[in-house]
């Protein structure tokens, strides 16, 4: 198995990982948050899935956002399968372009976000793109464990 083949699949594992988290949560939590400053549940899942989406763009352009405006802009909040619906062509699309990419592009292309002083090889940059998701999950857990929800086993 290749870098992009590992790449992916760790990609795949997050995301299954978070689906079944997300499905654990009862529905009247959605709206739910520790303080005032913290997303809310449904804020949570749909931040995870809309940065995806920013990410890929910032790697599209190899770090310059340009006029970026995000398709979940005007877009109120439902439920967990419409925000999952909503977003399934932005991950397709997203995992799509990393399935072009060659092994040599990992190492060799740069991605340079100059507002926030950030330069990082592409394979680093794909790598924070899945750590955001799994801190995010980790959040996610603290938030069902504070509620006293059961917990989803997701390290299966």
Known sequence: ????????????????????????????????RPDKEAFSVIEMIRHTLETEHLFHVIVQNRGDLGAYKSPWDKLEYSDLKNELNFAEKYRTSFLDMIRTLKETDLEHVRIERKEVGQS???????????????VHTGQMLDYLRTLGVKRPLIWD
């Open 1 to 32: 198995m290749g870098s992009i083949e590992i790449i992916l699949l760790n990609f795949s594992e997050i995301r299954r990982r978070s689906i079944k988290l997300w499905e654990g949560i009862p529905n009247e939590f959605l709206n739910w």
């Open 120 to 134: 990082k090889i592409l394979g680093d940059y794909l790598n924070r793109i899945a750590y955001h998701e799994s």
